[in-house]
């Protein structure tokens, strides 16, 4: 609540409380003795009722039930606006959270955090935990990706993407085979995926098995698969094309980029 002391004629008073009601709907408006406002007056402007009272500063007051109902509506309609607009300025970024199952060495995922902190700091490792019984395939002896994910999914609180990383074998329905192996699987875009080490090769596994986790975390992100044979994003088809991948083209980067990642080159 803020006061505006005036002196000042009627007329001026009368626009001067116009223009207060519409910017600043909480200010009292106290017209000065010098003023030529005529005390104990009444008078009405757009609907308003505005009393004049008989003090040394006499207080112009407000009779707006109406009036500030309306200012009210008008300032809550404009608050609105502004969100929205906020919204679209500037997206807030989301918080990426690691999730090593148990069985993964704390080596792999450091490497993992590493790589990926390069380019999007807002990054956290969170404890090893078991899979869930439900995500276990037996005739198999591998652990259902599309199970993991959703597991993760109903974990994860809005405004963060979880990874989930394992050494297991995993494996997704594709087709028309019923239990295909893969290296990863992520929503896209959502909040989570997962990527496992199993049909890495030994010799540089620790940087294919990077290349996995950010070809995942890319699709949460709402990346689609790239035609670009050296992008992260590339389809595997079934193979480990890893070792051609050298980087995120420029047009992934540039989607990237949009959803607050940082490249020191583009
Ligand atoms: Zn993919
Ligand atoms: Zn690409």
Request: charged share 25%; aromatic share 10%.
């Amino acid at each position: 609540m803020s006061t505006i002391i005036v002196a000042a004629g009627r007329q001026t008073v009368l626009s001067l409380q116009k223009t207060v009601m519409y910017t600043l709907p909480k200010t009292i408006i106290k017209v000065s003795k010098n003023s030529n406002v005529t005390a104990g007056n009444e008078t009405s402007y757009h609907g308003l009722r505005i009393s004049y009272f008989k003090n040394d500063i006499r207080t112009l007051k407000i009779n707006t039930l109406f009036y500030l109902s309306s200012v009210f509506l008008l300032a809550l309609s404009c608050s609105e606006k502004n969100k929205h607009v906020e919204k679209e300025v500037e997206k807030p970024a989301v918080t990426i959270l690691i999730q090593p199952f148990k069985d993964i060495k704390p080596d792999a995922v450091e490497k993992v955090d590493e790589g990926i902190k390069k380019v999007y700091p807002n990054l956290k490792v969170l404890t090893a935990i078991d899979f869930p019984e439900n995500t276990y395939y037996k005739a198999r002896n591998r652990y259902r990706a599309d199970s993991i994910i959703k597991f993760l999914n109903n974990n994860t609180k809005v405004g963060f993407v979880t990874i989930g990383l394992t050494s297991k074998d995993i494996s997704a329905t594709k087709g028309k085979i019923k239990d295909f192996g893969i290296m990863g699987l992520g929503y896209r875009p959502g909040k989570a995926c997962v990527a496992s080490t199993f049909r890495l090769s030994k010799e540089n596994a620790a940087e294919q098995f990077y290349k996995i986790a950010i070809h995942e975390l890319g699709h949460t992100q709402g990346l689609p698969h790239c035609p670009e044979k050296m992008c992260f994003m590339r389809d595997a088809e079934g193979k480990n094309p890893t070792n051609e991948e050298t980087d995120f083209c420029k047009k992934c980067k540039t989607f990237l980029i949009n959803k607050n990642w940082k490249f020191s080159s583009i």
